[in-house]
Structures are given as C-alpha cells and as structure tokens.
C-alpha cells in the first residue's frame, strides 16, 4: 500500500514537471514569435529567454527521468533528454527565427528519432510530446495569420461574455461594438490581443498534447479533451474579466501596456493554469500509469515498395514547398513612371534639394525619391504648375490640369506588348480630389494592363486617404483613417515575418517605417506586409496638428497586426497601395529598407503575366498519386508515420533550396537604365555610438543620432548606403568612393583593416569621426595610417567647457572634443589639433575628434553653416578636392566653444 502511494506520487509529481515544461515551451514559442527588430521589448524577451530555457531543462529533466534500457543492454539515466531539447530548439528557434514553426516540429522529429535509434524510450516520448505540441504552434502560428490584417474580429463574440461574468459579479457595464462600457467612463475593447487568445490557443493546444500522448482508451482521451477546452476557455474569459477590471483608463505607451499585453504580466495571467491542467488529468484519469503512448520505429524494416513510397512522398512534399516560397515565372519589362503632381500638394518631386534649401521643404520633397528611380526607368511628371527647378536628366514634364484617357494613352505610347515600357502612375500625397472622369480614366488604364502605386499617409492628413479611397476602394483597398504605432509609441519596424512571400517583397528584408495608416482589405485586393502583432491603432483626430490623436494608450485602441502595403489585379493591370509617405522624402528616402521596396513593388507593377506557380498543380497531381499507392499498399500505421517523417524532411529541405535558388535566379536586383552616381558608405556594423538612422524611432529621433549627415549627403546627387551586417569587404566598398565610421565600438578583425587600408590606396576617401570616448575601437583603423586620437585624457575638458557654455546634462555632447594626432591640422582650439587629414598613396583620410559635430542637436542652433560644413567635407572627400577641404570655414564652430 506505501509503495502504491509513492509510485501514485511519483506519478502526479512528474506529470506535473512535463505540464512545467510544456507551458514554458510554449511561453519560449510566445516570446520568440514577438520578437521584432531593434524595438525595445526585444531586450525585455531576450533577458528571460535563458531562465525559460533553463526552466524546460529542469523540468522536463525531472518529468523524463527514468532508468532506460539501451541495445547493448547496459543501463542509464536519460539525462540527455533536455539538453538535446534545449540545445536544438535554441538553435532552430532563435537563429532561424522566419521559419519558426517548422523548425519546432523539425528538431523535436530528431529528438524522437534519435530516441528511436538509440532505443532511448525517455527522449522518443519527449520528441514525441514536443512534436505533437509544435504542431500546436503551428496551428496557433495559422490562427495568427488568418487574422493578421482584422485584429478586431471576435471582439463581439467575446465581449458579451465578458460583460455577463462581469454583471454576475457586479461590476456593472454594457457592450457597444465589442467594447465593453464601465459605469466609471472607461472603455476597453476584447480584441484578439487583450483576450490573450493566441498565447492561450498555445498553451492550450500543449497541454493537449500530453493528453493525446497517455496511453488510456481513445474515449477517455475524447472526455478529458472536449472537458478542458471548457474549463480552459472559461479560464480565458475569467482572466481578462480580471484584466478588464484592472486595466487603467489611459496607459503610457511603453513597458506596462507591453507586459500587460504580451509578456511578464501576461504570462504570469496564464500560470495558474498549470494547477488547473493537473487537476484536470487527474479528474479525468490520465495520472495513473503514467506510461506514454508512442509509435515503435525501430523494428521497422523498408521493403523495396516502400522506397517508392518514401521517394513520392518527399515529391509531393518538395512541389508543396515550391508552390509555397517559389514566387512565379514572370516576364519583365522596362517602365516608363508616371507622377502625378496635378493632384498633390505636399511632398514634390518638382522642388530641388540642394545647400540652400532648408527646413521643411527641404523634409518634404521628394526630390530624391525622383532622383533614385530616373536611374532605373524614365520619367514623366504630369502637372499644372509652374517648373522652377532644373529637370534631372530622363525626366520630362507634361502640363495638365486634369488625368484624361487621352494623356495616359499617349503616355503608355504604343499598345501593350513585350517589348513596350510598361507605364505605372504614382498618385502619392493626393491633397486635392480626383473628377469622376479622372477615375474613370485610371481605372481603364489599370483595366488595360496599367500599373498604379498609390501612396497615403497616417490619419487623413490633408484628406489625402479620404481622396485616395475614392479611387482605391474600386480595387478593394481601403486606406483607414487612423495611425498604427508600435506598442512603445513609436515607428513600426517590419522584417521578413511581416511579409507575405510575393516578388513585391522579394527583395526586402527589414524595414523602418515613420507613421503610416492601416489598409482594409477586399477582393480583388489581398496584403502584402503586415506591421507586427506588437502593436495598436489611433483613430484621426481632426483638432490636433496633422490629425493626429492622442500620445497616451486608450485601451479601447485595438491592438494586433494591421495591413499596411497591399497589392491588387484588376483586369490586365496591377495596383499596389502603400500607407506611409514620409518614407520616401528626403529625411526617411536613404535609411533602411526604401531602395529593395521600390525596387520589388515597380518589378512586380511591371511583370506581364500571372505569374503562375506550375508546382501548385504539381503539387496535386503527386498527391493524387500518392493517395492511390498508399491505398494500395496498406501501410501501418507505424511504418506511414516514418516514412512521413523522412519524406518531410527531405522533401521540405530540398524545395525551399531549390526555391531560394530559382528566385534569385528569375527575379535578379534591378539594373540601371542610367549611371548610378557615386555612393558614401556608412559603417553601422561596428555598433556606432550614435544612430547612423538605423533602429527604433527613439534612437533614429534622438538628439545624438547622425541622421542629419544622411539627409545632408543626399543634397550632392549622392546615394549614401549604409552597412548594417556582415564585414566590411571588397564587395560592399565596391563603386564607393567615401567610407564614414564614426564612432564604433566594436572591434574590426584583420580581414576588414585590410580592405580597408586597400580601399584608401587605392583612391578611396575615408572620414574618421569620434570624440572623448574611450570605449571607442576607432584607432584600430587610424593607426593603419599613423593617426592616433586620444579618447580618453579630454573627457572632463569636455565637461569643463559644457559647464561653462552652461549647457545641460541633456545637451552634454554638444562639445565632444579628443586630440588627433597625425596629418596635416585643419583645425585646432587652445592648441589642441581637432581636425587632420592625410594623403595615403591614392587616398584621403580626415579625421575629425569631435563626433557632436555632426549630431542632429547641434543643427538646433547653426542650422545652416553645419549644413554647409557637412556638404563641404563630403564633396570635397567624394571629389577628392583638396582644396575645397583646406577653404572650409571652421570659425563659427570655434566661436561655439568660446570659454
């Protein structure tokens, strides 16, 4: 009877360790599915990654653990269960993030599989578990998507609910529109991302996992599975009736909404139902015997007819993969863009950008937006307004007050065919209403093969959405009246899980936006990227500046994923609708993401064709095939079970190579129809003290950030490009003529200090720019051409000569100064030489100790002589002209530091 009672123990102790383990798994697949690029939650998840990897070690450590029997008939403890979890989900998840459903179920097959060769029953039943609850991600991972785009969908199923457990305990409120309406005032909407539902779907879909794995009749399983999908949804309810009540009227957007919704406070909602899965095991009688159910591989012996089968199941697998990531045969043409400045007011390509043209129309144009794509494709400019800048070279104007079929036929010249420019018209910052006629007009031109980019904004800033939607809302595209924001407030930042696979996206890898709108969606329309699930909208306000709402988080906001690039077919013609404009003018045209976006929507506007996926069909006719062998055959269960497996494996490897290999082969970078002029390399690789524009909207707007230094080289014709990965090698210097670092931290290793010193030699120019910071790997560079600067002796002269220009704590970098030694001074003050530059066989360097000089708090005060000095030393560093450096006027900078 005592030993009873300990095994019984024993038992409920360890189904209680794998129900840990689970739910931390699925926490671990929760937090890497929210992780997005530079946003500040990404620290947060990334700090309690490790104690949750930690966590599933303990556990599952402790629930597996159990004497096993080997071949050779020695015994051993199964230690290794967890540390092969840990170490293959690690790996699979964090380093292959874009994939991370399949690679869940792909290492937890080799877990299992290895336990199988080994004959290992512990790390087969522990693969075996975490398989069948990957497969649950990837069911939550399905649920997300189909909702990505409509994230209130379900607020009014939910909400009654809530609003009925409320009433029952007294809290008295009542439902408008999903909304639930408190007595106090406050609101708060049940979207999909306050319920929680996702991470619960996970959790939920986890535990059931380990019901299906018990080795009890299939009737008690069905039981226990239909009794806690009850339990477990009224639990769901229940928690965010909680949440309801203590959620705040107004939120600062930040870590609290974050945690609340997300993450730390989230996750810890969720904890008590792991008290709740063990009660229900042990109610529903799966304790007992506690002797999990897996399929026996390793008795399995392959037939010659098996093979067969095996080889057309990894095809069939191999023509579904290729139908997923394989993007289509297409046929591309030249272009031939059309803007339409008849209809815009705002942001024109018509206003030049050079030295003297400052402040917001210097922003707003988008000059260099014109400048970039005129190398790829030639350009009309349609508008009724007076030319007073200079026309860039394969750019005309044709004046017009109005869009008439006849100007857009002559436009598109001879009838589509193969060999005619393709002609796609930009309607962008649309401040003026299109006529029913010009509407008309766009539409058959679309309709006869056309291709339209329409470009919104946030809210509906100068009514551009409202008169946008006039014309888009034929081609199923809605631009909504509202801005979508990161959950801290500020930009949204996109990367590869926020792109539908598709040749508009082809070649976009991450993107930072500024404030866009969302778009609703209908067919013929269908999304192209989506902002994370991360995030919330703001309803316009039309009594706030650019109608913007309010700064603070109402909780009756939605959160979740919205559309906000989408594209559309419309007879033989195609539409793209983007919602941000402010990412193609002059301060946003050069960060991170512009030029492969361009690149890929203008491919995908002019591509012939349907681009039709042939391996789609392949895909079925090899299924059919296989449904009839497998018929035939009459495979066990056991044996089908293996040999899907492999076929997976090999078949999914082998298309999505095959896939990448295809795509790049079909769909290759766009090449210039004109010279593309000289371009200034920017190193963000050695993680530069100060923004080079690339991050979140914090660091991109800080006062410290270089920002300015792009935007102002963009004022020489100049395409600045800035490195964000990888090394410095030949093949990122290649057709440069200007290497910027600034201020870096991190080391460079031999094989960049080589290329480097092999770029100036050989005529190549470099700009070293730092100031009192010894944290700096700035010298390893400059002592490749005997320069030196002294980081560290001049940091409290620095703060000396700040307190005396009496300059705050948070102005304290405005003065920066270190000593350069070495090369010919261009600058000093009170002897200490500031600015040097040296002749270097071919090359140039200059190096200047004082990296406030170029920060965007400093253009606060000397707006234009900064801006004159920055043009000065890039063109002069471009040009190699020696003696526009030595002329550059430092005096206003000197008188700046005055003590």
Not at 312 to 330: D, E, N, R
Not at 409 to 427: C, F, N, R, W
Not at 643 to 660: D, E, K, Q
Request: glycine share 6%.
């Amino acid at each position: 009877m005592n030993e009873s009672f300990i095994k019984k123990a024993v038992d409920i102790l360890q189904n209680f360790f794998k129900i840990i383990g689970l739910w931390l798994c699925a926490a671990l697949w929760w937090g890497l599915t929210n992780l997005s690029p530079m946003q500040f939650h990404n620290q947060i998840i990334k700090n309690d990654l490790p104690y949750i990897c930690i966590g599933i070690f303990v556990f599952l450590l402790t629930g597996f653990w159990r004497e096993s029997q080997n071949p050779s008939g020695s015994r051993k403890k199964a230690w290794i269960i967890p540390l092969m979890l840990v170490a293959a989900m690690d790996m699979a998840t964090i380093l292959y993030f874009k994939n991370i459903t399949i690679s869940f179920i792909l290492t937890t097959l080799l877990i299992f599989m290895t336990g199988q060769i080994t004959n290992l029953d512990s790390i087969s039943q522990a693969g075996f578990l975490l398989f069948l609850s990957s497969i649950g991600f990837g069911i939550t991972n399905l649920a997300m998507n189909l909702f990505r785009g409509i994230p209130s969908s379900g607020s009014g199923f939910f909400a009654h609910q809530v609003s009925f457990l409320l009433n029952i305990i007294g809290k008295n409120n009542h439902v408008v529109s999903g909304t639930l309406l408190f007595q106090d005032g406050k609101k708060i909407t049940c979207d999909l991302i306050k319920m929680g539902l996702f991470p619960w779907l996970a959790f939920t879909l986890s535990f059931f996992s380990l019901i299906i794995i018990k080795k009890v009749n299939i009737r008690r399983k069905f039981i226990a599975l239909i009794v806690s999908l009850f339990v477990l949804y009224l639990y769901l309810l229940g928690r965010f009736a909680i949440i309801a009540v203590i959620t705040p009227k107004i939120m600062f957007a930040g870590h609290i909404p974050f945690n609340l919704y997300y993450w730390r406070t989230a996750l810890i909602s969720f904890l008590p139902m792991i008290p709740l899965w063990l009660f229900l095991l042990y109610e529903c009688g799966l304790i007992e015997g506690t002797g999990d159910s897996i399929p026996c591989l390793t008795s399995i012996r392959l037939l010659n007819k098996d093979y067969w089968i095996l080889g057309a199941m990894a095809v069939s697998v191999l023509f579904f993969t290729l139908s997923f990531y394989f993007l289509g045969f297409p046929q591309h043409q030249n272009i031939h863009c059309i803007i339409d400045e008849v209809h815009s007011e705002w942001e024109s390509t018509l206003i030049d950008f050079n030295q003297d043209i400052l402040g917001e129309l210097a922003e707003n144009s988008y000059h260099s937006f014109l400048d970039y794509i005129r190398h790829f494709h030639d350009v009309t400019i349609l508008t009724d307004k007076p030319i007073t800048a200079p026309l860039l070279e394969g750019v005309k104007t044709y004046n017009t007050p109005v869009i008439t079929p006849a100007i857009l036929s002559m436009l598109k010249g001879q009838e589509y065919s193969a060999t005619a420019p393709q002609p796609v018209l930009i309607l962008k910052c649309v401040t003026s209403p299109f006529t029913s006629e010009e509407i008309e007009a766009i539409k058959d031109f679309v309709f006869e093969g056309g291709g339209v980019f329409l470009i919104g904004d946030h809210t509906d800033v100068f009514f551009m959405n409202k008169h946008l939607n006039e014309l888009s809302e034929h081609f199923g595209i809605r631009f909504e009246q509202n801005s979508v924001y990161f959950i801290d407030g500020g930009w949204v930042i996109t990367d590869y899980s926020n792109y539908k696979i598709h040749p508009a996206t082809k070649y976009l890898k991450t993107f930072i936006w500024a404030t866009g709108d969302s778009l609703k969606v209908s067919r013929p329309a269908f999304p192209l990227i989506y902002s994370s699930h991360v995030c919330f909208a703001d309803e316009v306000n039309y009594f706030y500046d650019n109608f913007f709402g309010n700064t603070k988080i109402d909780p009756e906001e939605i959160f979740g994923s919205f559309c906000i690039m989408a594209g559309a077919r419309y007879g033989k013609g195609k539409v793209i609708a983007f919602t941000d404009s402010t990412c193609f003018n002059n301060y946003l045209m050069f960060t991170v993401g512009r030029r492969p976006l361009i690149a890929g929507v203008f491919r995908w506007l002019s591509d012939k064709g349907e681009n039709f996926n042939t391996f789609a069909m392949l895909f079925c006719l090899s299924l059919f095939f296989l449904v009839i062998i497998l018929i035939k055959r009459r495979l066990d269960i056991n044996t089908l079970f293996y040999l899907a497996v492999c076929a997976m494996m090999i078949g999914w490897s082998s298309g999505y190579i095959l896939s990448a290999t295809l795509n790049s082969a079909l769909y290759p970078s766009p090449v210039p129809i004109r010279q593309l002029p000289q371009k200034v390399i920017l190193d963000s690789i050695h993680a530069p003290r100060h923004s080079m524009s690339f991050g979140s909207s914090e660091s991109f707007l800080s006062p410290t950030s270089y920002d300015n230094l792009l935007f102002n080289i963009g004022r020489l014709d100049i395409f600045p490009e800035i490195l964000y990965t990888g090394t410095i090698s030949p093949k990122t210097l290649n057709n440069s003529s200007c290497l910027i670092i600034a201020s870096p931290r991190k080391k460079f290793c031999e094989y960049e200090k080589a290329n480097i010193k092999s770029f100036v030699e050989n005529g190549g120019s470099l700009l070293l720019i730092e100031g009192a910071n010894p944290d700096s790997s700035i010298n390893q560079i400059a002592n490749i051409f005997d320069i030196n600067i002294r980081l560290d002796p001049y940091r409290n002269k620095a703060r000396h000569w700040n307190e005396a220009l009496g300059i705050g704590d948070n102005e304290a970098l405005s003065i920066n100064p270190a000593w350069v030694d070495g090369g010919d001074v261009l600058f000093e003050h009170n002897d200490m030489p500031v600015v040097c530059f040296k002749h270097h066989y071919k090359g140039t360097i200059l190096a200047i100790g004082d990296n406030a000089l170029f920060m965007k708090k400093n253009f606060m005060g000397f707006n234009k002589d900064l801006t004159d000095l920055q043009c000065d030393v890039i063109e002069a560093l471009v040009n190699k002209d020696e003696g526009l450096l030595s002329s550059i006027d430092w005096s206003f900078y000197a008188s700046s530091w005055n003590n």
